[in-house]
């Protein structure tokens, strides 16, 4: 059986068995365009803002701001489930949070005809 680690947020993480760690380091061994790198390589590296241009650097940090979405962000909060709904909403599996929203909206349309 796989070695498994079980996150902060619960997530379960697969560990590669031996034989496919070993594969992994073959297959990166074997690409002469992307070598592992090595102490030397990470002692050369520049910070982002050194190595490019001004101009280019200011462009690479705009990319990571959100653009223009047609929806509006979600806005976290907090609400309290009895232990037993909380369980079965969590065993629906994964994306049981945007279907409790998803029911929420259709629970006001029918009420509030938004």
Do not use: H
């Not at 379960?12 to 992307?34: L, R």
């Not at 070598?35 to 990470?42: A, I, L, R, S």
């Not at 009895?82 to 629906?92: F, Q």
């Amino acid at each position: 059986m796989q070695e498994t680690i079980k996150t902060r947020s619960g997530r379960v993480i697969i560990m590669p068995t031996p034989k496919e760690e070993i594969q992994t380091n073959a297959g990166i061994a074997a690409d002469p365009d992307n070598p592992e790198w090595t102490d030397e390589d990470f002692a050369r590296a520049k910070p982002a803002a050194e190595f490019f241009s001004p101009e280019v650097y200011a462009q690479l940090c705009a990319m990571r701001q959100r653009g223009p979405k047609d929806k509006p962000l979600k806005v976290p909060t907090t609400i309290r489930f009895d232990a037993d709904v909380l369980a079965a909403l969590k065993a629906s599996g994964r994306g049981w949070q945007t279907r409790v929203n998803e029911a929420m909206r259709d629970w006001l349309r029918a009420r509030l005809e938004i």
